[in-house]
Structure formats: structure tokens, C-alpha cells
């Protein structure tokens, strides 16, 4: 379980956001996924996802959720947040859905319980308990002395509506006074997600309209591995397959303890003559660890008391145990191989193949996974306008880590210039207006994008850098600042900044001209112009460089060199132990001769 775990969370999927229509804009998408990533941020996501994954993993399912909350307890603003749901069977469904994030389920409920002071403080003159019934354990299903079982009820209101296309391609849901401009209408419906709290006997709070278009609940299922038996869903994890083979390897290691705890001690074997006189301490051999003293038997003069061959263990209870570990594995499809240990595999090709199985018979909980993300993206996305409906600056989180704020929903004036680094503007010429980086414009496709984090990125770009510096050395003083900037030094960017000084100008703008803070642009001389105190750390810098590569050189032929005396005195060495051999030898075949003479 915990190697399944760790690949899925080495290989989380980043959520992107791509325009579906002509509404939509690029630049929306990416703030779309900017902010995605910030909710994921604040809401510690890599927890949430973790628990439901495992869940999916041991259990066969596993749930997380989306919230709004205030964004402070000053502010009118609300923010998104992803949280966990850590028992996965509070969870229940309308048993006819088959989508499978239960898109189109009617109703779901989620069970949870709250201290009974607490309920009492918060819900003054309701009642946990109502129920017409003298069944206490329907009762004590619901409530407790000390807690109250509360259950969140979510369900689709659907309300018929009629829609008109126009002839200037516009849809709306209000009939226009001129009927010929009417190309097409149809009946359809608009849909709410709903969401009370209720007890065992009455509705707490709501009904309350759910923010977005009523598309998807905001309760994201994250299954294990799924089959449909007739109508009915069934969901196991990789623990299902192995209770058998688990059980027995239990019953077989339990009776094998089982027969060695019974199991008498080895009597010792002693003649009367050797204990006579010590039988209350031999009495006690087996249970006491004192010194045992014995009579010399002068028919046994060199054979003391020793113990007996001690009870043989049923070999089968063995054998058994070895055959239910190979089933376990072969129900997980997880063997040795896969674990780091030392398998049968002796080739590295045959180590690989049984890898490669287990990962493809596990892959599927990592789809999974990735599918749950990709789902949490939409209902996100889904309910961004509602949720950021005003004008503000709200930050986002860009897939290297940092942070900026950047405006949306923010009113222009119809024709107004502004600068295109700061998002997109969509223009209203009917009404003559324009609106920067609108939320509530056009639709968005949510995609997942697999492999390495930006962190495992970045270090393979500067382990790339560097090989390419080797092979060619004149490209440093380009690649140089980029290299420091993705280094992890202190001050990297300052002194990426510094090593930028020397650099012609028509580099620099290449290099910044993605930034959001372009070099601004004014006459040579004060594009030229550097800061004296900037240019002396420069110039301190270029000669401690060129010290340490003048060290380094130094230091790299006094290993040469202190290689080259190793390995002369080494085949010294061995030219003074052939001759001192063939010395040897020599005088052996001398000695031999004269022998024979």
C-alpha cells in the first residue's frame, strides 16, 4: 500500500485550464489555474489528496471535497478550499447513478457526527432526536450522551426553462419582443445543486442554492478499482484480492506459534548418580537459570547431563505459510522485485518486466487519482464566478512557486489602452464597455498534465546546463545568470542580476521578455548606466571567480599529477614483484637440478 502511495504522490498531476469557445480566453485559463493552484496551497491539498488516494487504495473508494468559506472574519469575500473527508463510508449515493464522478446522481448524503454541547450552542431550541419510535438502536444510531449525528443532504433541483437562439447567434432564456428574430427554441432545463443539514429530526440549516451551474456536486469520489455488477457499482481496493491468501498465511504463522508455545521443553537426560543430592535444583531446570550442579558418574566419566532433541515443528505449517506470502503477491501483483528486494530476477531485464507488471496492474489507482484532480478542477472552475463574482486583485500561484495578484472582474472603460501583460480585455461594443480578465466569460476545459514537479524540472535544467557548459564553454557568460537564477544559493537572483551587467542589451530583453516588469525602455546612456557600488561587487566577484578557477585548475593537476606517482609506483611495484618472482623461480629450478645431479 505504501509503494502505491508514493508513486502516486511522486507523480501528482498539475490542473490546467484550457478556453473551450471563442469567449474564452488563454490568458483566463491560465489565471483560472493560477488560482487553482493557491486554493491547492492554503488547502494543504497533498493531505487532502493523500487521504482519499488511500483510501481508494485500501478500501476501494475514497472522497474530498470543495468549500467556500469567508475570506476572513471582516470580509464579505469568500474563498475556495479543498478539504478532506476522512471516513469514506459516511459517504452514500443515489444507487442509480453511473457517471462515474456521479455527475448525474439525484441526491447524496454525508454523515458526520458534532459534540452534543456544541449542537446545543449552535442550534439553540432544536432537538438532535425527534423520531417516533421505541427502537433504541435506531436511536443510538443517531445521537449518543456526548455526540449527535448530523448528516449534510445535497441534491439537484431541476426546473424546465425555454431557450432562444437568435438570429445574431446569441442565446438567451428571455423571449424578445420581436418574435422574427427568433431562429430556433427548445425547452430545456436549469439546474441547482442544493445542500441542507439536518439531524435525525429536523432540517438545520438550508435549503441554500450551491454556487456554479448545478453541473457537479462538490463532493469528488476518487474510486479504487471499479466493476459494475448488473446496475449496481462495486468498488475494491488491492486489499480485497489478498484477504484470502492473508488469512490463511495468518492461521498457519498462528498455529505454528501456537505448536512451539505447547510444546513441552527438552527434558535433560542425567544418570541418579549425577543429580543425587541436587534433585530440588533439577526439578527446576527448565524454569529457573541458575547454575546446575551434578555428581561425576563413574560409569559416565565423560558425559554430563544434557538436554534431549527437543520436539520437531510440523514442516507443513511452514510450507503453508511460504505458499500463502506467493498468493499475496500474486493478488497484488506486487513482488520483490517492485519492494527494492532480491528476487529470483537475476537479469536486469527480468528485474525490469516484473517491475513493469506491477506498476501496470497498479496504474489504474493512479488514473484514478489523476481523474479526482481533473474533477476538482472543474467543480473549481465551475464555481469561480459565482464565488469571485466583484472586482478585486486576488493572488495566484505560478507553477514555479511564487506568488503575484493579478485583477479580475475589473470594469475598463470601452476603448481604454492598457497593458496586455496584465491579462485580457473583453470588450462589450453594444454597451461600450470592456471588462479585464472576466471570470463569467465563455466556457473552460479542465485537463491534467502528468510528469515531474516544477522543483525536479529546474533541477534537471540546471544539470542539463551545466553538461551543455562543458561541451561548449563559450555559451557560460550567456547561460550563466540562468543558471545562477535556478540555483539554490542565497541572493540567487541578485547575483544572476549581477552576472546580467555584462551581457549586451539585446540579451537582456531576450531573456525578460516573458517577465511581468520588462526593462524599461530610455536612451543609451541610461540603459548603459550601472550602479558603482553594483559594479565593484560585479568586478569582486569576476576576480574571486577566477580565483576559484585558478584554484580549481590548480588543484585538478595536482590530482593529475598525484595520479600519474600512484600509478607509476604502482607498476614499479609490480615490476619489483615479477622480478622477485622470477628470482624465485629461478633458484627453485636450480635447487631442483642439482637435486637430480
Known amino acids: 500500500i505504501d509503494l502505491i502511495i508514493g508513486a502516486m504522490l511522486q507523480n501528482r498531476p498539475a490542473i490546467r485550464v484550457r478556453p473551450a469557445d471563442n469567449a474564452s480566453s ?26 482519499s488516494a488511500k483510501s481508494a487504495v485500501v478500501c476501494g473508494r475514497g472522497f474530498h471535497r470543495v468549500i467556500t468559506q469567508y475570506k476572513d472574519n471582516e470580509s464579505f469575500q469568500q474563498e475556495m478550499r479543498i478539504k478532506r473527508i476522512t471516513n469514506q463510508l459516511s459517504v452514500s449515493w443515489d444507487p442509480l447513478a453511473q457517471d462515474y464522478n456521479l455527475n448525474d446522481a439525484r441526491w447524496m ?18 432537538k438532535a432526536i425527534e423520531f417516533e419510535t421505541d427502537d433504541l438502536n435506531e436511536l443510538n444510531e443517531w445521537s449518543t450522551s456526548d455526540k449527535i449525528r448530523l448528516v449534510e443532504y445535497y441534491y439537484r433541483e431541476t426546473k424546465p426553462r425555454t431557450i432562444y437562439l437568435l438570429r445574431d447567434g446569441s442565446i438567451t432564456n428571455q423571449k424578445p419582443k420581436d418574435s422574427s428574430n427568433i431562429l430556433q427554441k427548445r425547452e430545456t432545463d436549469e439546474n441547482a445543486i442544493m445542500y441542507c443539514l439536518a439531524s435525525g429530526s429536523e432540517v438545520l440549516e438550508g435549503p441554500e442554492v450551491l454556487p456554479g451551474t448545478g453541473k457537479y456536486y462538490p463532493i469528488i469520489p476518487v474510486w479504487g478499482k471499479e466493476v459494475f455488477e448488473g446496475d449496481a457499482r462495486d468498488t475494491f481496493g488491492i486489499v480485497r484480492p489478498a484477504k484470502d491468501a492473508q488469512r490463511m ?79 499475496i503477491k500474486s493478488t497484488t501483483n506486487i513482488y520483490e522485485a517492485s519492494l527494492g528486494e532480491q528476487s529470483n530476477e537475476t537479469s536486469g531485464k527480468a528485474i525490469l518486466a516484473r517491475q513493469s507488471k506491477s506498476d501496470n496492474s497498479t496504474y489504474v489507482f493512479m488514473h484514478h487519482l489523476h481523474m479526482a484532480l481533473e474533477q476538482t478542477g472543474r467543480v473549481i472552475v465551475d464555481w469561480m464566478p459565482y464565488v469571485y463574482p466583484e472586482e478585486r486583485e486576488t493572488r495566484i500561484r505560478n507553477e514555479d512557486g511564487t506568488e503575484r495578484f493579478v485583477p479580475i472582474n475589473k470594469p475598463l472603460g470601452f476603448m481604454e489602452e492598457y497593458d496586455e501583460r496584465n491579462g485580457y480585455v473583453e470588450e462589450d461594443e453594444e454597451n461600450m464597455t470592456a471588462v479585464l480578465n472576466p471570470l463569467n466569460s465563455g466556457e473552460y476545459n479542465v485537463v491534467i498534465s502528468t510528469g515531474p514537479s516544477y522543483q525536479t524540472q529546474r533541477e534537471q535544467m540546471v544539470d542539463s546546463i551545466l553538461e551543455f557548459i562543458k561541451i561548449y564553454p563559450d555559451s557560460a557568460p550567456v547561460l550563466g545568470p540562468i543558471l545562477a537564477r535556478n540555483m539554490d544559493w542565497h541572493e540567487s537572483d541578485k547575483i544572476s542580476r549581477i552576472l546580467e551587467i555584462g551581457l549586451p542589451k539585446e540579451v537582456r530583453d531576450e531573456m525578460h521578455k516573458d517577465d511581468e516588469e520588462l526593462p524599461v525602455e ?21 576576480i574571486d571567480l577566477e580565483k576559484l578557477r585558478v584554484d580549481l585548475q ?41 637435486k637430480q645431479q
Not at 541458575?290 to 558425559?303: A, E, K, Q, R
Not at 540603459?527 to 566577484?541: G, K, N
Not at 624465485?584 to 637440478?593: F, I, L, P, R
Request: charged fraction near 25%; proline fraction near 6%; hydrophobic fraction near 35%.
Open 554 to 594: 590548480t588543484a585538478q593537476a595536482r590530482a593529475a599529477q598525484a595520479q600519474a606517482e600512484a600509478e607509476e609506483a604502482e607498476i614499479q611495484s609490480d615490476m619489483a614483484k615479477r622480478e622477485l618472482l622470477s628470482m624465485a623461480q629461478g633458484d627453485a629450478t636450480g635447487a631442483k637440478d642439482d
Open 26 to 51: 488563454p490568458i483566463v485559463g491560465d489565471i483560472m489555474a493560477g488560482k487553482i493552484r493557491d486554493i491547492e496551497n492554503k488547502s494543504a491539498a497533498g493531505v487532502v489528496y493523500e487521504t
Open 109 to 126: 448524503f454525508v454523515t458526520g457526527v458534532m459534540g452534543s454541547e456544541e449542537f446545543e450552542e449552535m442550534y439553540p431550541g432544536h
Open 522 to 542: 530610455g536612451d543609451e546612456e541610461q540603459e548603459e548606466q550601472v550602479d558603482p557600488a553594483m559594479q565593484m561587487e560585479m568586478e569582486r566577484m569576476q
Open 249 to 327: 498465511y495468518n492461521f498457519m504463522r498462528s498455529k505454528s506459534a501456537e505448536t512451539i508455545t505447547q510444546a513441552p521443553s527438552a527434558p535433560y537426560v542425567a544418570s541418579a548418580e549425577q543429580i543425587q543430592g541436587y534433585e530440588h535444583m533439577w526439578q527446576h531446570a527448565n524454569e529457573q537459570k541458575n547454575c546446575l550442579i551434578y555428581n561425576t558418574d563413574p560409569n559416565m566419566p565423560n558425559n554430563a547431563p544434557k538436554r534431549s532433541q527437543p520436539p520437531q515443528i510440523p514442516i507443513g505449517f511452514a510450507n503453508e505459510a511460504v505458499v500463502s506470502a506467493e498468493e
